[in-house]
């Protein structure tokens, strides 16, 4: 059980961290979620936003992320 509790921290401080880097860098990060291919419809009585380049990025960035931890550790 403990190397759950272990894990369990280490997300957490990495969830902390990420949103340290929002809060501080968030007017820096205003073009995420307005990319290129990025879809959006706004009428009167009706919004519709569906990320998908930005998606594919994070995807693409999570990914790299990934094989890099799971290639060292």
């Keep these: 059980m403990q190397p759950l509790g272990k894990y369990i921290v280490i997300i957490g401080v990495i ?9 501080l860098a ?3 990060l205003n073009w995420f979620g307005n990319l290129p291919g990025d879809i959006r419809v706004e009428r009167r009585n009706f919004r519709f936003y569906m990320p998908i380049t930005t998606m594919i990025l994070l995807s693409l960035l999570l990914s ?9 550790f």
Excluded: A, N, S
């Excluded at 969830?15 to 809060?23: D, Q």
């Design 15 to 23: 969830v902390v961290v990420i949103g340290l880097i929002v809060w």
């Design 26 to 28: 968030g007017d820096k």
């Design 64 to 72: 790299l992320l990934l094989w890099v931890f799971r290639r060292f």
